[in-house]
T-cell receptor, first 111, second 112 residues
């Protein structure tokens, strides 16, 4: 099956802990994105990568970090510096700005 | 903010009725897209309309674009309970932005 896979579906973070959200795609897309969605809100861009070994900050990058060592993978780390991490995180991939394919999301909550 | 703004925020209709959602934006675009999100899931691309197009159809979906008014509408005809979801517009601005900008969405409830 071609697609984009996020894991885990649910994640809990303790105070002061870093957690990493996984995103893998087998669609051969150059571009990958991380969005944050709060209840009743739209999507806000955290980071994006248009090519391997390169990535750019989005609108709300503070407290987050990413890497893009492989075309297929774009993990997101939520660091302890992110004081309000509870949200639904969505990963997407695409070619240009024509059409994005989304994963099924990770719900992150704070213990 | 440059993001698109959907209107209404929420819409409740009966099965068989048509549902219309609107999206307004502030600067010129290359294209505008509509996505659907079922509760707790990722977004699914529905349709893309380019800046030089005025109307597109896909099944029960009809999208219009009025670049002079900087607005788009999504019409779902003969709605079904399975159409219950949130609908988002996403704009590809041609002002140097290299990513899509999403609105806050319209939550559609279709009752049997």
């Amino acid at each position: 099956d071609g697609g984009i896979t996020q894991s885990p579906k649910y994640l809990f973070r303790k105070e002061g802990q870093n957690v990493t959200l996984s995103c893998e795609q087998n669609l051969n897309h150059d571009a990958m994105y991380w969005y944050r969605q709060d209840p009743g809100q739209g999507l806000r861009l955290i980071y994006y990568s248009q090519i391997v070994n390169d990535f750019q900050k989005g609108d709300i990058a503070e407290g987050y970090s990413v890497s893009r060592e492989k075309k297929e993978s774009f993990p997101l780390t939520v660091t302890s510096a992110q004081k309000n991490p509870t949200a639904f995180y969505l990963c997407a991939s695409g070619t240009g700005n024509e059409k994005l394919f989304f994963g099924s999301g990770t719900q992150l909550s704070v213990l | 903010s440059q993001q698109g703004e959907e209107d209404p925020q929420a819409l409740s209709i009966q099965e068989g009725e048509n549902a219309t959602m609107n999206c307004s934006y502030k600067t010129s675009i290359n294209n505008l897209q509509w996505y659907r999100q079922n509760s707790g899931r990722g977004l699914v691309h529905l349709i893309l309309i380019r800046s030089n197009e005025r109307e597109k159809h896909s099944g029960r979906l009809r999208v219009t674009l009025d670049t002079s008014k900087k607005s788009s509408s999504l019409l779902i005809t003969a709605s079904r309970a399975a159409d219950t979801a949130s609908y988002f517009c996403a704009t590809d601005f041609n002002s140097g932005y290299s990513t899509l900008t999403f609105g806050k969405g319209t939550m559609l409830l279709v009752s049997p």
